[in-house]
Every structure is written in structure tokens, then in C-alpha cells.
């Protein structure tokens, strides 16, 4: 089992930057996708970013291309997205998830652990 604990949320303006943690327990990551996804009131969950742990490309949705950043830290066993640039679309309860190979990665049943989300409110 995994277990996936989000941080770093917050109120920002727009414009700013905001960097989410995503620190995992449990059995390691190096043979998961990890990624990125986001819920708006009232829309569903939507993929943002991902990447597999033991390296390779990274992936992004495309309005958020050239302003996020996916990465980890293998040490403190920990991905983060780093989120600059900020639009007020961009507020969302943001959630980290795990899953292993032979899913669509776009979508959450791709995934199978998921954390409990952080909130992002972007003020315009």
C-alpha cells in the first residue's frame, strides 16, 4: 500500500507561485507513474502532470505548459509541482496520485493511490 500526503496549497494572486509536495510511505515509487491532478467545484477531476518515477518524460496538461513543473526528490521520496504564473482557472483542490503501468494516465482510473488533496485559490 501507499499512502500519498499533499502540502504547500494556499490563497496566492494572480500571477504568483505556489510549490505543491507530494511525500509518499509505503512501498517505493520507481515502478508507479506519478502525476498530478485537479478539481474545480463542479467539474471533474483532471489530469494536470505526471511522469514515471524512475525517469522519463514528463507530461502536462496543455494550459499549464511552460508554467508548471513536475519533479521529485528521490532521497525524501517526494514529488513536488511547482506552479508559477498562476491564473484564477488554476484554483483547484489539488491531488497527487500513484498508479502502476498499463493505465491511461490521463484520466484518474489510471491511477490507484491518491492523497487527500490541497487546496490552490488563485485571486484575480
Known amino acids: 500500500q501507499v499512502r500519498l500526503v499533499e502540502s504547500g496549497g494556499g490563497l496566492v494572486q494572480a500571477g504568483g507561485s505556489l510549490r505543491l509536495s507530494c511525500a509518499a510511505s509505503?512501498?517505493?515509487?520507481?515502478?508507479?507513474?506519478v502525476g498530478w491532478f485537479r478539481q474545480a467545484p463542479g467539474k471533474e477531476r483532471e489530469f494536470v502532470a505526471r511522469f514515471w518515477w524512475s525517469g522519463g518524460n514528463t507530461y502536462y496538461k496543455d494550459s499549464v505548459k511552460g508554467r508548471f513543473t513536475i519533479s521529485r526528490d528521490n532521497a525524501k521520496n517526494t514529488v513536488y509541482l511547482q506552479m508559477n504564473s498562476l491564473k484564477p482557472e488554476d484554483t483547484a483542490v489539488y491531488y497527487c496520485?500513484?498508479?502502476?503501468?498499463?493505465?491511461?494516465?490521463?484520466?484518474?482510473?489510471?491511477?490507484?493511490?491518491w492523497g487527500q488533496g490541497t487546496q490552490v485559490t488563485v485571486s484575480s
Open positions: 509505503g512501498r517505493t515509487f520507481s515502478s508507479y507513474t
Open positions: 496520485a500513484a498508479g502502476r503501468a498499463g493505465g491511461n494516465y490521463y484520466y484518474p482510473d489510471g491511477y490507484d493511490y
